[in-house]
């Protein structure tokens, strides 16, 4: 009787079991579509795989613990990085200065050895300015004993220089004389094409004064003919004339002694 019963009981279940399996089947078709055992089997495989590929590496992810203590090393070479860099900075910093303090060095020297080249020129200059300042006092002690026309002065002194000697011996017409000279200027020329005129009276006055003094002072603006009046008045009394004259040229600030 109980055997039936067991048997009646499990009858009752089989619809329940076959509802279950249908649904199960249902929801298999649902997730599976149309594929067969082998493509599901061979995806089942690979899921397990990857399942696999995720356990490993998950146990090799640090834990908690071992990523905190990361951090604090990862925070500690951050510091450490930061500590070694100012040491760096530092010694850059103090080789950047000695570097500018050498240049400022050789500096120095280069304006030492400059100002002691100077010291020795300064020192041959002001020698040489004291020598030319006792030549310089010298000479004007000397000046003050001697006259600044000690020419003038001695013709002055001397009768002899006073008395003209007289041109010839035997007497001359002097206008004639003063013709004729005027003429010989005239047609010898000092330089190539170059002819000198000078007036009548200009001669005369030339003349008048070679026989009062043997000091003659020329007067005019430049270009009137000066200079070339005693040059060519030389020339006119023949060739030994050409040769009894010196000229020397000065400036118009001349000051020097004869």
């Not at 795989?49 to 090799?60: A, G, M, T, V």
């Not at 304006?111 to 041959?124: F, G, I, P, Q």
Request: charged share 35%; proline share 3%; glycine share 4%.
């Amino acid at each position: 009787m109980r055997v039936w019963k067991e048997r009646y009981e499990e009858s009752q279940k089989f619809p329940q079991n076959l509802e279950v399996n249908l649904r199960k089947a249902v929801d298999a078709a649902q997730k599976f579509g149309q594929r067969n055992r082998e493509e599901i089997l061979a995806q089942l495989e690979d899921l397990r795989r990857q399942n696999n590929e995720l356990d490993q590496k998950l146990s090799e992810r640090p834990t908690e613990a071992a990523a905190r203590r990361l951090e604090d090393l990862e925070a500690q070479k951050e510091q450490w990085e930061a500590e070694r860099f100012r040491p760096i900075a530092k010694v850059q910093q103090l080789a950047r200065s000695a570097a500018t303090n050498r240049i400022a060095v050789l500096n120095l020297e280069t304006l030492r050895d400059e100002k002691e080249a100077l010291e020795a020129s300064n020192n041959r200059l002001r020698a040489m300015l004291e020598e030319l300042r006792v030549n310089v006092n010298e000479a004007i002690a000397q000046s003050k004993e001697r006259s600044p026309f000690e020419k003038c002065v001695q013709l002055d002194k001397d009768e002899k220089l006073q008395i003209a000697p007289p041109l010839s011996q035997e007497s001359i017409d002097l206008a004639q004389f003063a013709e004729n000279l005027r003429y010989r200027i005239a047609i010898s020329p000092l330089e190539k094409g170059k002819r000198l005129y000078y007036s009548e009276q200009d001669i005369r006055a030339f003349l008048g004064g070679i026989a009062m003094s043997k000091l003659h002072i020329l007067q005019g603006i430049s270009g009137t003919g000066k200079t070339s009046l005693p040059i060519a008045f030389a020339g006119a009394l023949g060739r030994r004339g050409r040769e009894n004259y010196k000229l020397v040229e000065v400036q118009a600030g001349w000051r020097a002694r004869i």
